[in-house]
């Protein structure tokens, strides 16, 4: 192999010609050039093979097996996701969790990144400004920091509890109360609403005026031509972020990490999937354990997006289906 | 210029033909890379070693423990220790993580598995090094020693002695004008001056925190207390509870009570604290707290007012929870272990024999992890405590002339039991469950986690 283009190499090159796969002069040149395109690629493909294909293998081999870091795996079948179906209540109570806080949050999320999306999709000035202002949670609303200061807004003290004192309602602790705490993680994703909201912007950006303009001279007022012309049109971007927004809100775990200090409390009012997860692999070391937690829900998640697939014939209209 | 130079140049620029960058030369250049921190090293002498230490605590803790390592490495010319130190949320996890991937700590604090650690040869042995002579425990408290054994063997030396405590509010006592307790309290004492206490301050101002405090002794230890002083153990020798729902149901009615009382809080607060720093006895919603007396000065620095180290009440003489054993004894949670795997075994244990027998050690450290193990050490820093740590240095004395001797080490599991113990409290204080409910599920997850 040569590291120079090399007459023969720059010969080699595919030539702006219709017959240039036919003109390529010789098989070793090829293999050349395809060895270029791998080794340009080897970072991903190393990166792909040992930090995400092999651990994800081997998890499939841990999940039959006890492990617990410290001493050898052991094989025992199908034990694991026996026991996560048939003995384990606390599991059960973790899938509850995470069903709610992900069909309370993505619904809520989403229609309040439309709302937004709609409002600054007006024409006022500095708008440019309130895009900014309204995407900055999203970027800090993953964060650890957000998570404590979350604990003190609606802690006991906090400013949540205090604004509703003003109306008379019982001072009391959102975080630490196991009927309210959830919602305070729910209210925190949903403040999260910056990307699909930019996602909603561009969306509504590519609703021809025509129709709106259509529909004014027919008399239709603004809540009919919601309902009857951008819902429709903006179905596809919808169908996206719904997808997203499942699949991320399946595997939140730094808001409940930290909000709950790392336990899922107050009694287990919080423990999404993903902290039961870490909690069975890194608090109690049962690595096979946590392992076949991960592939349950892998499974959960490629069903219920296969789902969200299938039903999107009947309610996703593309543009050209019009055809 | 000469002639002849021209002439090696034009040599080398037909030697190293354009692009055609030879494996050799590639070679030859990789070597020489590869060659330079050696060479460095070389420069360096041949004693250049490399350690890491690990340990959890709070910022009081760390500079101490900084300054220390400081001074240990100005007598070892040659080594540097790095230092891997924070809270104590997750440190278990990411220790664990690097004993499995074969990069944990040389020296290092185990918090929750060291049974575990210890079942699967990660952790030295340091009988051997005892024996020697390398590793001096001449001046510490031998019954101490012996309690810490697992399988009569020491893995491990206290880098402090400690115990579950109860800090009191001396100011909130004095205003309430209710008597401070003495050492030799019992269940009933605590009852009923935590009862006085609330009666005699306002509404949201409560006797005691509850058992199950989240960042405090928690309320599996303190049960193990009450257990022992009937005589009993947690758990038997090979890892089953040893206890039965009759005592379970005694323990969780004498907290209920309480609370339903009024004179601890009430669960939405107690499930409020995320550390001590923010523990009813800092923020002033309660004038007993139950955590570990190694945290006395971190926690006085933090409190309002002077605060007070107490033993945990018996069961001697008591109505509730009666016993007639001392069952609280010195615990095993600051303590300092060495990697069995490390290269540098030697260095280590001196490191352990240096903290332990040190008097320039001990002077910077003081009491920042407990009551030193050495009498004699314990006996030089003592002019230079502060209040707090000279009444957990009485506290101490005290628990160790009173303790029952037997300790049946924890199961691997036994922080998974302890989670579900905190669970069960809260299960009765949130009203989710009632106390016989509870208890029959405590037996059953038990069964499953021990399994």
Known sequence: ?323 | MSAGLCASEETIVTKIEPGTLSRRTLLMGATALAGLPLLSSLAHGQDKIDMRIAWWGSDDRHQKTLKMIDLFEAEHPGLTMESQYGGLIGYQDKLSTEFAGGNAPDIMQVSDSREALIKSGRLLELDEYINSGELDLSDANKSVLETLKVDGKLYSIPWGLASGCYFIDTKVFADSKVEEPGLDWNWDGFAEKAKAIADATPDGVYGSADIWAPAGTRSFYPFEFFLRGRGKTAYTPDGKLNFTADELTEWFTFWDELRKAGVVPPAEITALETGFETSPIVTGRAAMYPINSSIASSLQALAPNPLKVLSFPSGIGSTALSGDKYGAFINSSMQVYVNAASEHKDVAIQFLNFVTNSPDAAKIHLMARGVPLSSKIAALVSPDVSPIEQSMVDMIQYVQEHAVPEVVSWPVQGGQIQDLMQRSHQEIAFGQSDIAGTVSKFFDEAEFILE
């Open chain 1, 1 to 323: 192999m040569t590291l120079s283009p090399t007459p023969t190499s720059i010969e080699a090159l595919p030539q702006p010609t219709t017959s240039s796969v036919k003109a390529r002069p010789r098989g070793r040149n090829i293999l050349s050039d395809n060895a270029w395109g791998y080794l340009f690629l080897a970072p991903w493909i190393i990166g792909m093979v040992f930090f995400m294909a092999g651990p994800t293998l081997v998890s499939f081999y841990l999940s039959f097996t006890s492990f617990n870091l410290l001493e050898p795996p052991e094989w025992i079948a199908a034990k694991n996701y026996v026991r996560l179906f048939t003995q384990d209540g606390r599991y059960l109570n973790a899938l509850r969790v995470t069903f709610t806080y992900v069909a309370l949050a993505v619904p809520l999320n989403l229609a309040f990144a439309l709302a937004l999306a709609m409002v600054l999709n007006a024409k006022i000035k500095g708008l440019g400004i309130y895009r900014a202002t309204y995407y900055i949670p999203s970027l800090l609303g993953g964060s650890v920091a957000i998570a404590i200061l979350w604990r003190q807004v609606f802690g006991f003290d906090g400013i949540v509890s205090q604004a509703l004192a003003v109306f008379g309602i019982e001072g009391s602790s959102w975080v630490s109360s196991p009927s309210q705490a959830l919602w305070t993680l729910i209210i925190l994703h949903v403040w999260q609403f910056g990307s699909p909201m930019i996602i909603f912007l561009a969306g509504l950006k590519q609703i021809p005026v025509e129709l709106y303009e259509a529909a004014s001279v027919d008399g239709a007022g603004p809540w009919r031509k919601f309902w009857m012309i951008t819902v429709p049109m903006l179905t596809p971007v919808i169908f996206f972020n719904l997808i997203l927004q499942i699949i991320n809100s399946f595997q939140a775990f730094t808001p409940a990490f930290i909000v709950s200090g790392g336990s899922g409390g107050p009694l287990d009012s919080t423990l999404f999937y993903t902290l039961y997860l870490y909690l069975q692999g890194f608090a109690n070391f049962r690595m096979g354990y946590a392992s076949a937690m991960a592939w349950v829900l892998l499974v959960i998640i490629g069903v219920l997006t296969a789902l969200a697939f299938l039903s999107s014939r009947y309610w996703v209209h593309y543009d050209d289906s019009a055809k």
